[in-house]
């Protein structure tokens, strides 16, 4: 997969979403076990100097101020990109150039985020299902 397209095609074909076409993102629910599920976002981003990203993001919740250096430590060891605030949420989230981007990217991506987040959920926020 080297376009969106091509990204979007692959996701329509392999998983259970919702799209926001205005958006360009998908929303995708992951079971995780447990009876539990996990959000998980797929968007189109472009950064400053105009190159094309797939992001892949899954919220967290609200985590309280006095845990946030704690969740940011637990963060070191994981192999995601990083953690973001959208509104009042902290999401996990990883990005990979939509150029270089394949099948086999795109659902590592897609499994490791929802596993993170939901065991950092689980922890922080007391695991209510998103």
């Known amino acids: 997969m080297a376009t969106w397209k091509q990204v979007r ?13 205005e958006g360009d993102f998908f929303k995708l629910i992951f079971d995780v076990g447990d009876d539990r599920t996990q959000v998980v976002f797929i968007q189109r981003l472009k950064n400053q100097k105009g190159t094309s990203w797939v992001e892949v993001s899954s919220p967290i919740g609200e985590i309280d101020k006095a845990d946030i250096f704690d969740f940011l ?9 990083g953690a973001i605030k959208r509104g009042d949420y902290i999401f996990i989230r990883n990005a990979i150039l939509l150029d270089s981007i394949d099948s086999d990217s795109l659902d590592s991506a897609l499994a490791k985020i929802a596993s993170i987040a939901d065991d950092l959920e689980n922890k922080y926020v007391g695991g209510d299902d998103n």
């Open 9 to 21: 095609d692959y996701v329509e074909s392999n998983y259970k979403y919702d799209y926001d076409e």
């Open 73 to 81: 430590e637990e963060l070191e060891d994981t192999v995601c990109g």
